[in-house]
């Protein structure tokens, strides 16, 4: 798939081939939501409100940071939420039954994303395959917990949803405007139509839309984390930037901002990093994201550092949201 990825923001020969099973997808990801909302097949309802942050396409868009800040607003407003989601390439087990994940696990057991949410140490965070069954274990182990939010599986519609939340990468948008294959839709951009609110992470956000950025000005020595320094710290460094993320220019971006310059390196996203990875002997320092960063802990030096990025949304997103789950 990945070798398809830059065939995906563009037009190409190669097309010709992609758009028949292009079309095919299409039919199928159709019939299957028609069946969903026709009854045929069924969705698991639970208990408690369940809110799904999503997008509509393959790739990092900023999912996770965005879940992060509508746990945060739960909590401020009095709320209980659990997280759940399924653990990208935490175990080649897939059938292991639901389990939580706590700030201490390693990434291989229950994937980076997860990780990182269980090391802010908001709100309780499980995954698994199954989200109902997820879900369902969660509300067992924490009875406290009021509301759901899923990190991601917007497609997975077994999981009955009050609230659906799209997010979209305001630089990269919708790519070539195809689906799977020949473009990074997993569904068609009319779909849009039927969610509760659209999320636009960069670039420019049109009116119903709420616009999204990430901010974080603050580095972390991965070796020793109660060091931490601002961005002025790294003036007259040779900086090595690397990413493993969904769109790893969104990344170097950020630096740039901050004022540092760096030479980059970017890895697929979810790359399983190893030693050698970031070996950069010229190199004064190595910035990496929080994602990353869970997945170097075991071989991290005093040249690593993280930046730690927060969502900023506008409150208006989070009165929508808490007026929907309110009774």
């Not at 997820?134 to 509301?147: G, I, K, M, T």
């Not at 603050?218 to 090595?240: D, K, M, W």
């Not at 970031?278 to 930046?307: G, N, Q, R, S």
């Amino acid at each position: 798939m990945e070798r398809l990825q830059h065939h995906w923001y563009r037009l190409s020969p190669l097309h010709l081939l992609l758009y028949p099973a292009s079309l095919i997808f299409r039919a199928l990801v159709a019939i299957r939501r028609l069946l969903y909302r026709r009854g045929a097949l069924a969705s698991v309802k639970l208990p408690v409100p369940v809110i799904v942050v999503g997008n509509i396409s393959v790739g990092g868009t900023g999912k996770t940071p965005l879940t992060l800040w509508m746990a945060q607003q739960l909590i401020d407003d009095g709320w209980h939420p659990g997280i759940i989601s399924r653990g990208y390439r935490s175990s080649k087990n897939e059938s292991r039954p639901p389990q939580s994940v706590e700030a201490d696990d390693s990434p291989d057991k229950v994937g980076d994303e997860p990780l990182l949410m269980a090391q802010r140490k908001l709100c309780p965070v499980w995954i698994g395959r199954d989200r109902p069954s997820v879900a369902s274990a969660l509300l067992l182990a924490h009875p406290e917990c009021d509301v759901i939010l899923s990190d991601d599986g917007l497609q997975h519609y077994r999981l009955h949803r009050d609230i659906e939340i799209v997010v979209i990468d305001g630089t990269r948008r919708f790519g070539n405007g195809m689906l799977l294959p020949a473009g990074p839709l997993r569904e068609p951009t009319s779909r849009l139509q039927n969610v509760d609110a659209i999320v636009v992470n960069g670039g420019d956000a049109q009116p119903p839309e709420f616009a999204m950025r990430l901010q974080g000005t603050r580095f972390h020595n991965l070796l020793n984390p109660e060091i931490v320094v601002s961005a002025g710290e790294f003036a007259g460094q040779r900086l090595q930037a690397v990413a493993g993320i969904g769109h790893p220019q969104r990344f170097f971006d950020h630096l740039h901002e901050l004022g540092l310059s760096c030479s980059t390196k970017a890895f697929s996203d979810h790359h399983e990093f190893i030693p050698s990875d970031l070996d950069f002997d010229e190199a004064d320092a190595i910035l990496m994201t929080e994602k990353d960063a869970v997945k170097c802990v075991a071989f991290a030096t005093e040249k690593h550092w993280v930046l730690r990025v927060d969502a900023q949304v506008s409150p208006a997103l989070a009165q929508l949201i808490i007026k929907k789950v309110t009774p």
